[in-house]
């Protein structure tokens, strides 16, 4: 089970390769959608033919990296997932990726489903009504070329995960002397291409059933409304610690449980999905399935990461004993100015999860909330990050349909709710907030930036104790072999915020948004990088 937990957090983390991409192609996308809106920018100023075509150009690259999103989950999965090799990996996933989806072309055309006789028009023909034409054939898409059932980004997991799993057995597989040459790391491709074709035509046989299954529980949150989207919020947040939120928010962004539009005959799965799509052809999609997507996005989040938790953080600074105020102060603010900004909010959170399950459950409670009453607000504000940026480029740079002042009406309301909140709790159960530690538990004394990357490997019980150095947006991942080699002490001196023991195996250092400068300087020390 400890593996399994391992191999679960490894997943999520490589989910994180392509979200970060999405995030900053989303934000390019909403520009450049902010920019051709006459209503914003003036008729004059959309009617400039250089301006307009470089914008456009812009939605186009940003418009095709979305297209692909599949093919990026699956290069991803089998990185996060590969034991060694990992360049390899992702070669034979992308391989895999394409394999797959012709062994299921080829079974679709020996049913006699192709390109042509899967159009709205020929299946009408066929004796189908307008509606069920119009569904069937959504089922379907051409991907990279490749006529296949629309499996979007859980299609690319599949394929991705099937890779790595060749991958892991057979990268040091070795061949007979005659043909030694096709052994090691260039078997995998080998093995990938006879090996995924099949699977593409296992999936051309259940995948109508999987769909069905997907489709009724898409249907039945859906039919949730906003309790849908307070579930979301609660949950995610109680992830956190766990790094399992990034499945559950993939879950919605990308899945018929996010919703489901369709634009030129062909069907948009998944919240993050239909929005990007409304950007990209703009009146394709009606806004009110526009809005049923974005109450799973980042305007549920807005609220609570430019308000409450900066609010929060006040609570933390005023509450922390006068002699450290001014070590708490430079902690907070810097965490407080990351979730004001960009949304990311672990800095922040990893203050009080641990060591208050009350205030925990209760910043849980209040994120839902938010998500719920942004959906009975008929906001419509997408993205994934939920800071000041997606609300300027996402909000207000997207007019009044977006109704985006009801989330600083929120905000505002949510400023006193957390910070007396917070304070509250944490002087009536005496919570160890940074500050506020007890008196005989001494804070260690940082260690001089010159040192750090050295203390770091100390702490996790030196090079030889580790196996695998990585990061996400702001905890160090690493897997050790001896878990009782890694001192807790040593490590907090070298300005982490926390540390969270997720197996027998696999440590998470939370050092903040300059993880990833961290995880270099090890990886070079390491002789890693």
């Known amino acids: 089970m400890k593996n399994l937990a391992s191999q679960i957090h490894a997943f999520g983390k490589a ?19 902010a920019m051709q809106n006459p209503a914003i920018t003036g008729d ?24 692909n999103l599949p093919l990026f989950f699956a290069v991803a999965s089998a990185i996060g997932l590969a034991k060694a090799e990992k360049p390899t990996a992702a070669f034979a996933a992308v ?11 080829s079974t679709l055309a020996s049913k006699g489903l192709t390109a042509a006789t899967t159009t709205p028009e020929a299946l009408q023909k066929a004796g189908m009504d307008q509606t069920a034409a119009m569904m069937t054939s959504a089922e379907y898409i051409d991907m990279l070329g490749i006529f296949t059932y629309n499996m979007s980004v859980l299609g690319g997991v599949i394929a991705g995960l099937i890779t790595v799993l060749l991958h892991n057995r057979f990268y040091t597989q070795q061949l007979p002397t005659a043909i030694s040459f096709f052994g090691g790391r260039r078997f995998v491709p080998i093995v990938t291409v006879v090996v995924l074709p099949l699977v593409g035509v296992l999936l051309a046989l259940i995948w109508p059933t999987i769909g069905e299954g997907i489709a009724w529980v898409g249907l039945m949150i859906g039919k949730s409304g906003q309790y849908g989207a307070f579930l979301l919020g609660t949950s995610e947040r ?12 993939e879950t919605v962004r990308f899945t018929p449980i ?50 409450g938790l900066p609010a ?46 009350v205030l925990y459950i209760l910043h849980a409670l209040l994120t839902g909330l938010s998500f719920m009453l942004m959906s009975m607000l008929h906001l419509m504000i997408g993205n994934v990050q939920g800071g ?62 010159d040192e750090r990357t050295k203390v770091i490997i100390s702490g996790l019980g030196g090079e030889a104790n580790i196996e695998d150095v990585d990061c996400c947006f702001t905890r160090l991942r690493v897997r050790v072999k001896q878990m009782n080699e890694v001192v807790d002490q040593t490590l907090l001196t070298t300005g982490a915020n926390g540390i969270n023991r997720v197996s027998e195996h696999d440590i998470q250092v939370i050092y903040g948004p300059q993880v990833e400068k961290i995880a270099n300087d090890v990886k070079s020390a390491l002789g890693v990088a």
Request: charged letters at 10%.
């Open 15 to 33: 989910l994180m390769m392509p979200i970060s991409v999405i995030a900053a192609a989303g934000i390019f996308l909403g520009l450049a959608a």
């Open 44 to 67: 004059a100023f959309a009617s400039l033919q250089v301006p307009q075509l470089i914008i456009g150009f812009i939605r186009k690259v940003a418009g095709a990296l979305f297209a």
């Open 312 to 357: 929060a953080a006040l609570a933390i600074y005023h509450t922390a004993r006068p002699e450290h105020k001014q070590r708490v102060k430079a902690l907070v603010l810097a965490g407080a100015l990351t979730s004001f900004t960009t949304g990311i909010t672990e800095p922040l959170e990893f203050c009080f999860i641990f060591v208050s399950p």
């Open 238 to 249: 109680l992830l956190i610690p766990t790094g399992l939120h990034h499945i559950l928010n």
């Open 258 to 307: 996010g919703g489901m539009a369709t634009v030129d005959g062909q069907s948009i799965v998944g919240a993050l999905n239909i929005f990007n799509t409304s950007l990209t052809h703009p009146g394709a999609i009606p806004d009110d399935t526009v809005r049923g997507a974005t109450q799973f996005l980042a305007q549920g989040k807005i609220p609570v990461m430019m308000f």
């Open 388 to 449: 000041a940026i997606d609300l300027v480029v996402f909000g207000i740079l997207g007019g009044s349909k977006t109704h985006w002042w009801w989330t600083i009406v929120l905000g505002v309301i949510y400023v006193p709710i957390y910070y007396y909140g917070f304070r509250f709790v944490i002087t009536r159960m005496r919570v160890e907030t940074p500050g506020r530690e007890s008196d005989d538990e001494h804070k260690p004394e940082q260690v001089a930036a």
């Open 95 to 105: 391989i895999g990726y394409i394999a797959m989806n012709v062994g299921i072309s």
